[in-house]
DNA sequence: TGGGGTTTGGTGACAAGATCACCGTGGACC
DNA sequence: GGTCCACGGTGATCTTGTCACCAAACCCCA
């Protein structure tokens, strides 16, 4: 059912990830025995790709730092249906789903690693003391909350109000490799920008049509990024 | 422009209201200590039906708790557009914008005040503090969050998955007072599901043909409570 | 009391998007 | 080679969004 098990264990022999603290701009400026208590108080995991991180019904008892990798969160409901929500880089946190499962049980959200992920997980107990004694760390967390909901915010914004096509190109160029290629299928496509596949696959035919993209299977090309970007940018109402 | 400025001013005479800590469930069992601290540290304040509360550009220098009243925080786009977010109810507070404005000035939520409103006001420092040294305000704090962010949740998955008469209906139900009138504009409850006035229009006359409302200017009137909230139930698809 | 403007709501036409049903194709696997 | 299945294409139909325009109700003020 859940992957969690499949998760690597306890990886300590990591020596160097001792430091990964700077990697996280908020926590830069973090006092040396705060920051001896958070490297003391955590761990670095490693997860590979497609390990679930967080799902429903479990306990909220961790803090998630993403090291490297990336994570989709995503909202799953009764039916089966899912959307996209947002997506965990290095760097960020997952102080959302933690808030979330922290308060109720009755939240949907699951976290999937897209790629293998390394994570720094802080323990609930860590986490409190830290909030309780670090203004530092405080604000870390807050500001986390914060991008977070807007990014919300912004989303349901678009949902509302976007145009498809102008949504879907702007998806595009963010999920595009250094080759300009796609690797997600219509369906994933479609998850995304929570629509249906048919809806993508009509798009992505008139985008094709339009000398904007070729399509493979599995695979999207991007012929011209610069225009794509003009649609997604220009789509404003 | 705004409509700060029509805030009543300080209103320290309600000596009545110094203990309204109690009507917040997660503050009840704070010790002795910090509840002092807490209202002493904070004030009660009035404010006139239809007063802005927060809006982009302000700075985040406080937590509204909402001790009466209801305010509605929507999502202002650059083209005036309008979708509603959620309503803070007695009880409850505004943690979400708190958050937003603490961090980036970028966002775009405002809040008004649909009734008269009461609402304890914690500046920061007060906030900073009283996360800093209590356990219960900490919990409190994180609990405001998850259920705003759920609510964000539920309210993305509906947007994207629920027919717009189901969720209509759901709507009708919510906003109806003791008499089963909701006193609001096709405008309103358009803003409030993020669609548009026509369709509410043409949605209201439809429930009107099959008798579940009777409409009003200005106003519908449930005729059948139970059918709208079968429907607004049994909407699941 | 009687304009005159504004707010509210109604409606038709059309575009965009969602849903359903069904099919073809290309790969993976045996 | 055959079978199964994930992936994608397409038409029909329904829901929703958008635009344009009108009519009635209401408000304000002379």
């Known amino acids: 059912m859940s992957q969690t098990a499949n998760l690597d264990t306890d990886d300590r022999t990591e020596a160097s990830l001792t430091n990964w603290i700077d990697r996280f701009d908020g926590l830069k400026s973090l006092p040396e025995d705060t920051r001896t208590r958070l490297a003391r108080g955590s761990r670095v995991r490693r997860f590979p790709e497609g390990a679930v991180l967080f799902e429903p019904g479990q306990e909220a008892d961790r803090l998630l730092l993403?090291?490297?990798?990336?994570?989709?969160?995503?909202?799953?409901?009764?039916?089966?249906?899912?959307?996209?929500?947002?997506?965990?880089?290095?760097?960020?946190?997952?102080?959302?789903?933690?808030?979330?499962?922290?308060a109720f049980e009755d939240y949907a959200t699951t976290g999937i690693a897209e790629t293998p992920v390394l994570a720094a997980e802080i323990p609930r107990g860590t986490f409190d003391a830290l909030v309780a004694e670090s203004r530092v760390f405080r604000e870390f967390v807050f500001r986390a909350y914060a991008r977070r909901i807007t990014d919300l915010?912004?989303?349901?914004?678009?949902?509302?109000?976007?145009r498809l096509d102008v949504r879907l190109a702007g998806r595009l160029v963010e999920l595009a490799d250094a080759d300009g290629v796609v690797h997600a299928t219509h369906q994933v496509l479609g998850t995304e920008l929570g629509t249906a596949r048919e809806v993508i696959s009509r798009l992505l035919s008139d985008f094709q049509k339009r000398g904007l993209v070729k399509q493979a299977r599995g695979a999207v090309c991007l012929l011209d990024r610069e225009a794509l970007e003009r649609l997604a940018r220009g789509g404003e109402r």
């Open 153 to 162: 915010f912004t989303l349901i914004d678009d949902i509302v109000f976007q």
């Open 66 to 102: 993403l090291l490297s990798g990336t994570v989709r969160v995503q909202q799953s409901s009764d039916q089966g249906r899912e959307v996209f929500l947002y997506r965990v880089n290095a760097g960020e946190s997952c102080v959302l789903t933690t808030a979330c499962m922290l």
